[in-house]
């Protein structure tokens, strides 16, 4: 069970002042509250992603071309639910105030600090801006950042002044794998087991741009399969078939199921040197579905691409 850190302050009248509004869709993270009288002006969580944590002092080595090399500084490489959120907050409070708030929190809740600076003992103003563009300052203006972790959530903040402005950016990330029923990539024989018991199976793992047949980089290991499944047996023939959702008109969604198979075909083709008398490609548009339209997941499940044994 997550545990709210509470940050509680006792604030001057001439801290009180116009906070702004919250952009639409943003709200503060569940194990951090928000600073008194700062409004959020940017918000992005991600269920999965990959961060660079900057947990040292950063370095920015300039090349001959002007762009900035980071190699010297420290980061860690995670993954996992990542939540930015951008604060604003205007008036008379420190930004030594805000870092000393969140660490105090942290430590409370027995946090683990990695890494706390300030100003120019944070290193090179232009790696930081490189990093945080958004909040970017100059080297007179300061900022001050903070990165503590606790079984596998990192929590860091980092607070740029500019021209009497506090840009204060707090990073939560919860480290987890991606699960392992997220994407599927049958093996050539299981492909095979398939389609010898049912006549047919799906092929998990090939995706297309949307609204397109252009086949995705990462559809290759899927294609791998198939091509794998024809090469050893030498006498298979196979529908490619292509199936979409109900979104969109009916003629678009043949059209485009269509070319999807065509698409696979033609890969199959011109990168394994499959004969092209052994595949014919169809588009059955969205008359086959195997879940239903009405949810996100069904329709991607419709979304797909089937070998059907001629």
């Known amino acids: 069970m997550r545990l709210l850190l509470l940050i509680l302050f006792i604030l001057s009248p001439y801290d009180f ?5 919250d952009i639409p869709g943003s709200k503060d993270h569940s194990l951090v509250s928000r600073f008194p009288g700062t409004h959020i002006s940017q918000y992005s969580q991600k269920n999965f992603e990959e961060y660079l944590l900057p947990i040292g002092v950063m370095i920015g080595k300039r090349s001959p071309e002007n762009k900035i090399d980071l190699t010297l500084s420290k980061f860690n490489q995670l993954e996992g639910k990542t939540t930015q959120i951008t604060y ?5 409070t420190s930004s030594y105030e805000v870092h000393k708030a969140l660490e105090n929190a942290l430590k409370a809740k027995n946090y683990n600090k990695i890494f706390t600076c300030s100003s120019l003992k944070c290193g090179d103003s232009y790696a930081w801006n490189l990093k945080f563009s958004s909040i970017a300052n100059n ?6 950042y903070l990165v503590y972790n606790k079984n596998g959530t990192y929590i860091s903040q980092y607070i740029s002044e500019v021209a009497g402005l506090l ?7 919860e480290v987890s794998e991606i699960s392992k029923n997220k994407v599927i990539v049958l093996n050539s024989s299981k492909l095979s087991d398939s ?9 998990s793992g090939i995706y297309f741009d949307s609204g397109k047949s252009t086949i995705k980089e990462k559809s290759a290991i899927a294609i791998e399969q198939v091509a ?18 109900n979104q969109g008109s009916q003629e678009n969604n043949l059209i485009l199921s269509k070319n999807r198979a065509n698409a696979v075909l033609q890969y199959l083709v011109n990168n394994y040197k499959i004969g092209h008398k052994r595949l014919q490609s169809v588009g059955s548009g969205p008359y086959n579905p195997v879940s239903s339209n009405a949810t996100s997941l069904g329709k991607l499940k419709n ?5 059907v044994k001629i």
Not at 139 to 144: D, L, S
Not at 195 to 203: F, P, S, Y
Not at 303 to 307: A, F, I
């Open 17 to 21: 002042v116009y906070a702004g509004v």
């Open 195 to 203: 389609l010898n018991k049912e006549g047919k199976v799906i092929v």
């Open 139 to 144: 080297e007179k203006q300061g900022r001050r």
């Open 303 to 307: 979304r797909r691409v089937e070998l």
């Open 88 to 92: 604003q907050l205007w008036g008379t």
């Open 228 to 245: 794998d499944l024809l090469i050893k047996d030498k006498d298979l023939r196979l529908y490619i078939v292509g199936h979409t959702d």
């Open 167 to 173: 840009f204060i950016q707090l990073n939560v990330v």
